[in-house]
T-cell receptor, first 114, second 111 residues
Framework: GAGVSQSPRYKVAKRGQDVALRCDPISGHVSLFWYQQALGQGPEFLTYFQNEAQLDKSGLPSDRFFAERPEGSVSTLKIQRTQQEDSAVYLC????????????FGPGTRLTVT | GENVEQHPSTLSVQEGDSAVIKCTYSDSASNYFPWYKQELGKRPQLIIDIRSNVGEKKDQRIAVTLNKTAKHFSLHITETQPEDSAVYFCAAPNTGNQFYFGTGTSLTVIP
């Protein structure tokens, strides 16, 4: 079956532009996570959804970051007024029930802010 | 919140030898501990996980041990092969479904 997919795979944005990153989780998966992975580092938690409810957004680095999952499936991570420090790989993961089940990761979106 | 520390950051072993990677965590309420393997340019993939009601879990050449009292857990890979070369991450959740990952261990298996 299809795994987690993300689009675009690569995004180059000029500083100050807005970007939207999409995640298609595995069908039927309840939980969805967004992570930010800088080069040579582990994934850093950004936010967590259970169905359409955003239960935790404490990892979002600033109010320029916004995530939604309006119908409990596809999720979008939006970054407004991008800054150079936003350059990273953004990973999405889904799990079938709670966060304490296997998380299946997408391939990531590599964002470069110039 | 949770704080996960991982050691060593790099590890080189000869093919056929064992590799051990250790992680410590701070949140005593954590009860699920996965290990992920990430090859260069690829997505992280779960290789093994353990829950707090057991102290050890094994899957062929891979095993994980957990010491809840000391708040540490370890990944053991036996009979290493070149295809085991990758970056390995441990992770632990806090009570709020936030997952904290270690900083990673770059494992190189020398043929």
């Amino acid at each position: 079956g299809a795994g987690v997919s993300q689009s675009p795979r690569y995004k180059v944005a000029k500083r100050g532009q807005d970007v939207a990153l999409r995640c298609d989780p595995i069908s039927g998966h309840v939980s969805l996570f967004w992570y930010q992975q800088a080069l040579g580092q582990g994934p850093e938690f950004l936010t967590y959804f259970q169905n359409e409810a955003q239960l935790d957004k404490s990892g979002l680095p600033s109010d320029r970051f916004f995530a939604e999952r309006p119908e409990g499936s596809v999720s979008t991570l939006k970054i407004q007024r991008t800054q150079q420090e936003d350059s990273a790989v953004y990973l999405c993961a889904s799990s079938s029930l709670t966060g304490e089940d296997e998380q299946y990761f997408g391939p990531g979106t590599r964002l470069t802010v110039t | 919140g949770e704080n996960v520390e991982q050691h060593p950051s790099t590890l080189s072993v000869q093919e056929g030898d064992s590799a051990v990677i250790k992680c410590t965590y701070s949140d005593s309420a954590s009860n699920y501990f996965p290990w992920y393997k990430q090859e260069l340019g690829k997505r992280p993939q779960l290789i093994i996980d353990i829950r707090s009601n057991v102290g050890e879990k094994k899957d062929q050449r891979i095993a994980v041990t957990l010491n809840k009292t000391a708040k540490h857990f370890s990944l053991h890979i036996t009979e290493t092969q070149p295809e085991d070369s990758a970056v390995y991450f441990c992770a632990a959740p806090n009570t709020g479904n936030q997952f904290y990952f270690g900083t990673g261990t770059s494992l190189t298996v020398i043929p």
